[in-house]
């Protein structure tokens, strides 16, 4: 039975979110992301860039907060984890870029993340899994309409709803499950939708650039 894997990164390690054909769905964690990639799959998301330039912003992440707003973080770089604290990376960054083009603090609290994507990653591997960013999955699912902050009550009923439309009926089950592993509230949710675009996704934005890697610089939904 071929199954479709979303996944993405919390605080101890990452969390997939699976669902096959028949419907069946559940979801695991783990510290590393490589057991989680080597569960049977057709296709898989991430929830994380895939596709690195050493410098400025990807066309793919400036089309996306286009469409859904701040919560598409901009650069993302390769060699990010490479500088011993932000200040330091911002420094970098604005000396060469310019003012203000350096990095957030989200962004740089994933950078190890990055990393593990990065080293996991090849252009074959593409083939099978992509990047996708859930607030532009759910911006599709909804026809195309903002949904309210995902941090608000209404703005999680408005996400819970679209995934048990998409199949995934267990997931406020799950989220009390989660509680004691370090899994956040939005980290599974996002996982769930990372597997319904692994499913069902047909339209991305970018794709037309490669990186140093040769990996495509794209976000499905």
């Known amino acids: 039975m071929r199954a479709y894997l979303g ?42 860039p895939i596709g690195l330039n050493p410098s400025g912003y990807r066309a793919c992440d400036l089309r996306a907060r286009e469409l859904v707003g701040p919560s598409v973080f901009l650069g993302a770089r390769r060699d990010l984890w490479t500088f011993p604290d932000m200040a330091t990376a911002n420094r970098h960054y604005w000396e060469r870029e310019g003012k203000g083009r350096g990095v957030s603090a989200q962004l740089w609290n994933i950078r190890d993340k990055l990393k593990e994507v990065d080293d996991v990653m090849t252009p074959s591997l593409q083939a099978s899994i992509g990047e996708a960013h859930p607030e532009l999955v759910f911006w599709n699912l909804a026809e195309r309409v903002r949904l309210d902050p995902k941090a608000s009550s209404r703005g999680r009923e408005q996400r819970v709803a679209l995934l048990r439309d998409r199949g995934f009926t267990k997931v406020e089950r799950w989220l009390a499950l989660r509680h004691g592993t370090g899994i956040g509230r939005d980290d599974l949710i996002d996982a769930c939708t990372c597997a319904v675009a692994a499913r069902d996704s047909t339209r991305r934005v970018g794709g037309d650039e490669l990186d140093p890697r040769g990996l495509r610089m794209e976000i499905n939904y």
């Open 7 to 48: 996944l993405d990164g919390f605080r101890f390690g990452w969390v997939a979110a699976w669902i096959d054909e028949r419907g069946d769905h559940g979801f695991d964690y783990s510290p590393g992301l490589t057991r989680l990639l080597a569960l049977p799959h057709a296709r898989a998301m991430i929830d994380m």
